[in-house]
Nanobody, 132 residues
Framework: QVQLVESGGGSVQAGGSLRLSCVVS????????MGWFRQVVGGKEREGVA????????SYADSVKGRFTISQDNAKNTVYLQMNSLKPEDTAMYYC?????????????????????????WGHGTQVTVSS
C-alpha cells in the first residue's frame, strides 16, 4: 500500500520561509516522479508547483521559480519543498504525490511543472498560510 505523509505547513508572514516534507512508503518502482501541488480553498484544480524525477531532474511553476526548491533524500524516502520569500498568494493546501511518468523536457528545453493527472498516489495535504 502506497502512503504519502506531508508535514511542515504552518502560518508565516510574507517574506518568511517554510520547509515541507513528504515521506513516501510502499512505492516500489525505481523510475518515478515526485510532485508538489497546491490548491486554494474552493479551487477546482491542483496547481503543479514543483516536480523531481528519480534521476534528480527538477521542474517548477513560473510563479515559484527562484523561491522554491524541491529535493529528495532517497535514504529517507522523503521529498522536500523549501519555500523562501513566501507571498500571500502562496497560501494553499499543499499536497505531495508520486507517479510513474517522468516529466518530459519540451523542444524549447523547458521542463514544465508537474500535471496532477499524471500522479496516482497522493498525500492528505498540509496547509500553508502566508499573511501580509
Amino acid at each position: 500500500q502506497v502512503q504519502l505523509v506531508e508535514s511542515g505547513g504552518g502560518s508565516v508572514q510574507a517574506g518568511g520561509s517554510l520547509r515541507l516534507s513528504c515521506v513516501v512508503s510502499g512505492y516500489r518502482y525505481s523510475s518515478y516522479c515526485m510532485g508538489w501541488f497546491r490548491q486554494v480553498v474552493g479551487g477546482k484544480e491542483r496547481e503543479g508547483v514543483a516536480g523531481i524525477d528519480s534521476d534528480g531532474s527538477t521542474s517548477y511553476a513560473d510563479s515559484v521559480k527562484g523561491r522554491f526548491t524541491i529535493s529528495q533524500d532517497n535514504a529517507k524516502n522523503t521529498v522536500y519543498l523549501q519555500m523562501n520569500s513566501l507571498k500571500p498568494e502562496d497560501t494553499a493546501m499543499y499536497y505531495c504525490a508520486v507517479g510513474g511518468a517522468l516529466i518530459a523536457t519540451l523542444p524549447s528545453g523547458v521542463r514544465p511543472p508537474p500535471v496532477a493527472d499524471d500522479f496516482g498516489y497522493w498525500g492528505h495535504g498540509t496547509q500553508v498560510t502566508v499573511s501580509s
